[in-house]
Nanobody, 126 residues
Framework: QVRLVESGGGLVQPGDSLRLSCLFS????????MAWFRQAPGKEREFVAA????????YYSDSVKGRFTMSRENAKNTVTLQMNTLTPEDTAIYYC???????????????????WGQGTQVTVSS
């Protein structure tokens, strides 16, 4: 049974940084595509970043490209999301997700991911 547990969220000021972590269990982490999504109050869930399985590439939404970095720490069964230069528009619940057969054209689609964590709250406010 696949489990994903996010951590690292909190309340920060604009311009600050946060590092989120997702602990994965129940499967071999390098055999799944891992992703981060977020959902702000009153808005649809949106794609943030993903890294494909078996050494595949990393992909980012335009809104976070250059500010956020997603990394694998496979030996620790973990993926991270380093978030820099945060703005109030980054305020959301951040979810970690995994999928076993995510094709390139679907990396940004929440429907491609079969397993989800409970989410961690990120609030950016002055």
């Amino acid at each position: 049974q696949v489990r994903l547990v996010e951590s690292g969220g909190g309340l920060v000021q604009p311009g600050d940084s946060l590092r989120l972590s997702c602990l994965f269990s129940g499967h071999t982490i390098n055999a799944v595509t891992m992703a981060w999504f977020r959902q702000a109050p009153g808005k649809e869930r949106e794609f943030v970043a993903a890294v494909r399985r078996f050494g595949g590439g990393t992909y980012y939404s335009d809104s976070v490209k250059g500010r956020f970095t997603m990394s694998r720490e496979n030996a620790k069964n973990t993926v991270t999301l380093q978030m820099n230069t945060l703005t109030p528009e980054d305020t959301a619940i951040y979810y970690c997700a995994s999928g076993e057969g995510v094709i390139l054209s679907s990396v940004g689609s929440e429907r491609a991911y079969s397993n989800w964590g409970q989410g961690t709250q990120v609030t950016v406010s002055s």
